[in-house]
Antibody, heavy 115, light 107 residues
Framework: EVQLVESGGGLIQPGGSLRLSCAAS????????MSWVRQAPGKGLEWVSVLYSGANPKYADSVKGRFTVSTDNSNNTFYLQMNSLRDEDTAVYYC?????????WGQGTTVTVSS | EVVLTQSPDFQSVTPKEKVTITCRASQGIGNSLHWYQQKPNQSPKLLIKYASQSFSGVPSRFSGSGSGTDFTLTISSLEAEDAATYYC?????????FGPGTKVDIK
């Protein structure tokens, strides 16, 4: 069964860093396109980043220069490294399989940026 | 950036009624438009890819159409379990973007 499980969310102060993990099963992350999407409380979905088969990452302007995506082949995990966090980064973060359309989603992990 | 607008914002519908949701793109995106369903406290689920291709396992009452700038998601006969927010998403131009969502409520 194809499945994604996110972890790593939590409460972090503005300016801090956090790394989200997305553990995949049923497929190999570095052979697939992988994405991050976030959803602020009570708001709609916002595209964050895409990684094309482990290379050539792209980012939303709102996170460019602060967020970095990567994969770890040894444990089949997709990561989102978030630095210089701001209040407006508070959201549920979803990882998803795919780039153009997202056919498998994780359950989400909540990031709260607050002092 | 391609801006997607959806209409209506909210719709309250009786079971078995037909539901039509539109998504308009600020510039042409061919058929690079996808639809998702999100129920409360759940992750989004893919319904339609590339404007009109049904995703595996999605009930046949869901269908999509359109190209260029105007797209439609149709639920042919609404069921109670279809109460959700529906989002369109474009992958024609980076950054990929989502529409603001259409909430469908059951009367």
């Amino acid at each position: 069964e194809v499945q994604l499980v996110e972890s790593g969310g939590g409460l972090i102060q503005p300016g801090g860093s956090l790394r989200l993990s997305c553990a995949a099963s049923g497929f190999t992350v570095n052979l697939n396109y992988m994405s991050w999407v976030r959803q602020a409380p009570g708001k709609g979905l916002e595209w964050v980043s895409v990684l094309y088969s482990g290379a050539n990452p792209k980012y939303a302007d709102s996170v460019k220069g602060r967020f970095t995506v990567s994969t770890d082949n040894s444990n089949n995990t997709f990561y989102l490294q978030m630095n210089s966090l701001r209040d407006e980064d508070t959201a549920v973060y979803y990882c998803a399989k795919g780039a153009y359309y997202l056919d498998v989603w994780g359950q989400g992990t909540t990031v709260t940026v607050s002092s | 950036e391609v801006v997607l607008t959806q209409s209506p914002d909210f719709q309250s519908v009786t079971p078995k009624e037909k539901v039509t949701i539109t998504c308009r793109a600020s510039q042409g995106i061919g058929n690079s438009l996808h639809w998702y369903q999100q129920k409360p406290n759940q992750s989004p689920k893919l319904l339609i890819k590339y404007a009109s291709q049904s995703f595996s396992g999605v009930p046949s009452r869901f269908s999509g159409s359109g190209s260029g700038t105007d797209f439609t998601l149709t639920i042919s006969s609404l069921e109670a379990e279809d109460a959700a927010t529906y989002y369109c998403q474009q992958s024609g131009t980076l950054p990929f973007t989502f529409g603001p969502g259409t909430k469908v409520d059951i009367k």
